[in-house]
Protein backbone atom coordinates (compact mmCIF):
# COMPACT_ATOMS: atom_id res chain seq x y z
CA UNK A 1 0.00 0.00 0.00
CA UNK A 2 2.84 2.14 1.00
CA UNK A 3 4.11 4.05 -2.04
CA UNK A 4 8.15 5.36 -2.42
CA UNK A 5 9.11 7.26 -5.37
CA UNK A 6 12.81 8.77 -5.22
CA UNK A 7 13.84 11.33 -7.23
CA UNK A 8 16.29 13.94 -7.56
CA UNK A 9 19.05 11.59 -8.83
CA UNK A 10 21.43 12.54 -11.79
CA UNK A 11 25.26 12.81 -13.10
CA UNK A 12 27.30 15.55 -10.76
CA UNK A 13 31.01 16.43 -11.04
CA UNK A 14 33.03 16.02 -7.90
CA UNK A 15 32.53 18.28 -5.37
CA UNK A 16 29.01 19.57 -6.43
CA UNK A 17 25.98 18.59 -4.72
CA UNK A 18 22.60 16.92 -5.64
CA UNK A 19 19.28 16.96 -3.07
CA UNK A 20 17.44 13.64 -3.33
CA UNK A 21 13.69 13.56 -2.71
CA UNK A 22 11.59 10.74 -1.94
CA UNK A 23 7.94 11.11 -2.36
CA UNK A 24 5.82 8.45 0.11
CA UNK A 25 1.84 7.93 0.22
CA UNK A 26 -0.52 5.71 1.49
CA UNK A 27 1.37 6.05 4.60
CA UNK A 28 -0.56 6.96 7.62
CA UNK A 29 1.54 5.66 10.80
CA UNK A 30 3.08 8.73 13.19
CA UNK A 31 5.67 6.78 13.99
CA UNK A 32 8.36 5.74 11.51
CA UNK A 33 12.02 5.35 10.73
CA UNK A 34 13.34 6.26 7.46
CA UNK A 35 16.12 6.04 5.63
CA UNK A 36 18.60 6.35 2.27
CA UNK A 37 20.40 3.41 1.56
CA UNK A 38 22.66 2.44 -1.59
CA UNK A 39 24.21 0.16 -3.40
CA UNK A 40 26.88 0.33 -6.30
CA UNK A 41 27.12 -2.59 -8.39
CA UNK A 42 29.11 -5.64 -7.39
CA UNK A 43 28.58 -4.34 -3.55
CA UNK A 44 25.96 -4.81 -0.57
CA UNK A 45 23.59 -2.68 0.20
CA UNK A 46 24.53 0.14 2.61
CA UNK A 47 22.62 2.01 5.41
CA UNK A 48 23.72 6.44 3.95
CA UNK A 49 21.26 8.24 6.41
CA UNK A 50 18.32 7.88 8.57
CA UNK A 51 15.66 10.03 10.41
CA UNK A 52 12.85 9.18 12.69
CA UNK A 53 9.65 10.56 13.36
CA UNK A 54 11.17 12.51 16.54
CA UNK A 55 14.00 13.84 14.00
CA UNK A 56 16.85 12.02 15.29
CA UNK A 57 19.08 11.35 12.53
CA UNK A 58 22.14 9.33 12.35
CA UNK A 59 24.38 9.11 9.29
CA UNK A 60 26.55 6.70 8.27
CA UNK A 61 30.25 7.83 8.80
CA UNK A 62 31.75 7.79 4.88
CA UNK A 63 28.84 10.64 4.58
CA UNK A 64 28.77 12.10 7.94
CA UNK A 65 29.30 16.34 7.65
CA UNK A 66 28.42 15.91 4.01
CA UNK A 67 24.75 14.77 3.16
CA UNK A 68 22.06 16.04 5.43
CA UNK A 69 18.56 13.95 5.79
CA UNK A 70 15.57 15.64 6.55
CA UNK A 71 11.73 14.97 6.00
CA UNK A 72 9.14 17.21 5.68
CA UNK A 73 5.80 16.16 7.17
CA UNK A 74 3.23 18.33 5.64
CA UNK A 75 4.79 17.18 2.18
CA UNK A 76 5.25 13.39 3.20
CA UNK A 77 8.14 13.95 1.18
CA UNK A 78 11.82 12.69 2.33
CA UNK A 79 14.91 14.66 1.24
CA UNK A 80 18.54 13.58 1.24
CA UNK A 81 20.83 16.95 0.56
CA UNK A 82 23.95 15.79 -0.55
CA UNK A 83 27.40 17.77 -0.46
CA UNK A 84 30.92 17.58 -1.27
CA UNK A 85 30.30 14.19 -3.91
CA UNK A 86 32.85 11.68 -4.37
CA UNK A 87 33.16 9.60 -7.25
CA UNK A 88 32.65 6.86 -4.26
CA UNK A 89 29.23 8.37 -3.55
CA UNK A 90 28.32 6.28 -7.34
CA UNK A 91 25.52 4.60 -6.28
CA UNK A 92 21.70 3.84 -6.87
CA UNK A 93 20.16 5.34 -4.04
CA UNK A 94 16.99 3.94 -2.46
CA UNK A 95 14.78 5.85 0.33
CA UNK A 96 12.51 3.32 2.87
CA UNK A 97 10.52 3.54 5.18
CA UNK A 98 9.62 1.32 8.57
CA UNK A 99 6.79 1.88 11.28
CA UNK A 100 7.97 2.09 14.61
CA UNK A 101 7.01 4.05 17.81
CA UNK A 102 8.35 7.64 17.35
CA UNK A 103 10.59 7.15 20.40
CA UNK A 104 12.30 4.42 18.90
CA UNK A 105 15.93 5.14 17.15
CA UNK A 106 16.05 5.66 13.46
CA UNK A 107 17.81 2.42 12.04
CA UNK A 108 20.49 2.20 9.16
CA UNK A 109 19.75 -2.05 9.00
CA UNK A 110 18.31 -2.61 5.38
CA UNK A 111 16.92 -5.59 6.64
CA UNK A 112 14.40 -3.68 9.20
CA UNK A 113 12.83 -2.05 6.07
CA UNK A 114 9.83 -2.82 4.48
CA UNK A 115 8.72 -0.76 1.84
CA UNK A 116 11.33 0.62 -0.47
CA UNK A 117 11.77 2.54 -3.70
CA UNK A 118 12.93 1.75 -7.40
CA UNK A 119 15.77 3.61 -6.80
CA UNK A 120 17.30 6.80 -7.88
CA UNK A 121 20.70 7.02 -9.69
CA UNK A 122 23.54 9.44 -8.65
CA UNK A 123 26.85 9.29 -10.87
CA UNK A 124 29.79 11.43 -9.88
CA UNK A 125 32.57 11.82 -11.75
CA UNK A 126 36.03 12.69 -11.22
Known amino acids: QVQLVESGGGSVQSGGSLRLSCATSGYTDSGYSMAWFRQAPGKEREGVAAINSADTTTYADSVKGRFTISHDDAKNTLYLQMNSLKPEDTAMYYC????????????????????WGQGTQVTVSS
Open 96 to 115: AIRIQDPWLLPLLKPDRYVY
